[in-house]
Structures are given as structure tokens and as C-alpha cells.
T-cell receptor, first 113, second 113 residues
Framework: KQEVTQIPAALSVPEGENLVLNCSFTDSAIYNLQWFRQDPGKGLTSLLLIQSSQREQTSGRLNASLDKSSGRSTLYIAASQPGDSATYLCAVRPPGANSKLTFGKGITLSVRP | DVKVTQSSRYLVKRTGEKVFLECVQDMDHENMFWYRQDPGLGLRLIYFSYDVKMKEKGDIPEGYSVSREKKERFSLILESASTNQTSMYLC????????????FGSGTRLTVV
């Protein structure tokens, strides 16, 4: 059974710092991996989707990498801002047209002004 | 832009009431999902639907049912609400196939008193 782990559960950094959020998964047989952001009391917003054949995806100050063989993904946030404060979740999708996501429990990020 | 709309942001219901949570997507997606999210437990899949009138149980279907009469609408039904169903409920949709990611709604915070 696929398990997705995100450690640490919470992180506090000063504004301007470049940071890396980690995600590990136990089964390397995946279709894709998706990073989400969740603000308190809100739904999930998709940030980046990496297909199993890809190594990384970029959107603005965000860069996500995928290493299937080691079961790891990282979300890199450049020049962090207080507005980046949120919970970041990663989720992996196994093979299969109608397969379902397995989520990590998320990392709650606080960026201090 | 693609949208998944959950009809209510906040709901307060009494124990024993029948509760309907509505989710509508405007992307012509075949797959739709209902999750609940609780502190420390993460996201857990309640039910999903591959297509109209098709439904399958997720990891925690007890106490819930669903309805998918039209492609764009997926309803979650709490037949007799209980206090342990107090939670954040999230709806998502997706096109089948490897390349697609999930799109989530903004969530419904349900409190059962």
C-alpha cells in the first residue's frame, strides 16, 4: 500500500529565505505527483503536476522535482514571502485510468516578515 | 478557468438530520471525488464516481451515500448526521488518464451539533 510522508509537519522561516519542502513515497510505480496549497479553512489549490516521465516542473517561484527511483519529491520555493504561508500537500497517483490519489498529511509553512 | 463549486462554505446541522452536500464542476470531467479532512488524519476518500450513475466506495464510506445523476454534479448525502461527521468536506474532479491532475472545490465546513 502506498504511503506518502511529509516531514516536518510544520516549518517557520524568515521572509526571503529559499526553502525546500520534502515528500517521500513508498511505491515508485506512479502515474504522477501533484503538489497542492491549502490556506486555512479553504480548499486545495493545485500548484504543480509532475508526470512520472518528468524530472521537474516550474511555475514562477516554485519548482518541483521528482525522483521516482528514490521515492522522493521536493517543492522548492524561492525568495519566500509571508503570502506563501499555508499548508503544502503532496499526493501521488498510481497507474490506472481511474486510480486515486494518496495524500501526505502536509507541511504547514509560516513565513515571518 | 476550470471550476469545482461546492454550494456551501459553512453548514451547521443537528444530529439525525439528513444532509446534502453539493458539488458541481464545469469542466465535463468524468471522475469526481468526495473527501473529508480532519486534523491529524489528513484527507480520506469517502466515495468517488467514474461517470454518471457510477459510484464506488472509498476508504471511509460508512454513514455516507452519494448521487451522480448528471455528469457535472456529485452529491454527498449524510443519511442521519452524527457529531463524528463534523469535518471539512472537499470535492474534486478529474479527467481520466495519466496526464490529468485533480481540481478541488473550496470546501464545506460541516458542524453537526
Amino acid at each position: 500500500k502506498q504511503e506518502v510522508t511529509q516531514i516536518p509537519a510544520a516549518l517557520s522561516v524568515p521572509e526571503g529565505e529559499n526553502l525546500v519542502l520534502n515528500c517521500s513515497f513508498t511505491d515508485s510505480a506512479i502515474y504522477n505527483l501533484q503538489w497542492f496549497r491549502q490556506d486555512p479553512g479553504k480548499g486545495l489549490t493545485s500548484l504543480l503536476l509532475i508526470q512520472s516521465s518528468q524530472r521537474e516542473q516550474t511555475s514562477g517561484r516554485l519548482n518541483a522535482s521528482l525522483d521516482k527511483s528514490s521515492g522522493r519529491s521536493t517543492l522548492y520555493i524561492a525568495a519566500s514571502q509571508p503570502g506563501d504561508s499555508a499548508t503544502y500537500l503532496c499526493a501521488v497517483r498510481p497507474p490506472g485510468a481511474n486510480s486515486k490519489l494518496t495524500f501526505g498529511k502536509g507541511i504547514t509553512l509560516s513565513v515571518r516578515p | 478557468d476550470v471550476k469545482v463549486t461546492q454550494s456551501s462554505r459553512y453548514l451547521v446541522k443537528r444530529t439525525g438530520e439528513k444532509v446534502f452536500l453539493e458539488c458541481v464542476q464545469d469542466m465535463d470531467h468524468e471522475n469526481m471525488f468526495w473527501y473529508r479532512q480532519d486534523p491529524g488524519l489528513g484527507l480520506r476518500l469517502i466515495y468517488f464516481s467514474y461517470d454518471v450513475k457510477m459510484k464506488e466506495k472509498g476508504d471511509i464510506p460508512e454513514g455516507y451515500s452519494v448521487s451522480r445523476e448528471k455528469k457535472e454534479r456529485f452529491s454527498l448525502i449524510l443519511e442521519s448526521a452524527s457529531t463524528n461527521q463534523t469535518s471539512m468536506y472537499l470535492c474534486a474532479s478529474r479527467v481520466p488518464g495519466q496526464v490529468s491532475g485533480y481540481t478541488f472545490g473550496s470546501g464545506t465546513r460541516l458542524t453537526v451539533v
